[in-house]
């Protein structure tokens, strides 16, 4: 598989969505999403001209960091527990997953600067889904106001996997909903002009819906772990 070539076609769809919907393909930005697959392969989206990496395991982002040492923004976006967040804390530029308030006090306790946050939304309400419910969002936001290591930048969802395209356009809609709940309060540690959500099967959904950063995997850079 060629990384270039699958880059070209998915800034293709997604100018064609932006022009679709009256956004601009600027305001959207691509993470390519590198857990399962190779340095080197992670190495062929920065050299397409990919630089935001997502990973979702300490592990994985230690073994690419070690290779790719400059040029990179580092997404970690896969559930983070507690006890991991010393390994990566100062590694990373952005975590997508925060969802709990332990998880707040360990960021806090462990960051040497302030960390750019997305709060993780259930929206679905899925079992197997982690994240807040649509109800916890705002009492969470909130709560991290005297928290000075967290920028809250935006939501982060993940939709239900399926071909249904009103069940992910819901999905997403009610994030943007939620993220303009949030807009309303002006808080401080809160900008919350980010939205992640959107992956390989239904990018482009997401980004008519509001996406601002869009996480893929399997469409741009393949699978061979």
Known sequence: ????TNL???QENIQAVCEKVNRSSDEVKII?????VS????QEAIAAGVNNLGENRDEGLLEKQAVIKNGAVWHYIGSLQSRKVKNIINKV???HSLDRISLAKEIEKRANKPIKCFVQVNVSGEDSKQGLSKEEIIPFVKSLSDFKQIEVVGLMTMAPFTSDETVLRNCF???KLIQKEVLSLQLSHAPCKELSMGMSNDYQIAIEEGATMVR???ALVGKEK
């Open 1 to 4: 598989m060629n990384v270039q």
């Open 8 to 10: 070209e076609n998915i």
């Open 32 to 36: 390519a999403v590198t857990k399962y």
């Open 39 to 42: 340095t080197e392969r992670a």
């Open 93 to 95: 530029d952005y975590i």
């Open 173 to 175: 809609r009610n994030l």
């Open 216 to 218: 893929i995997g399997t």
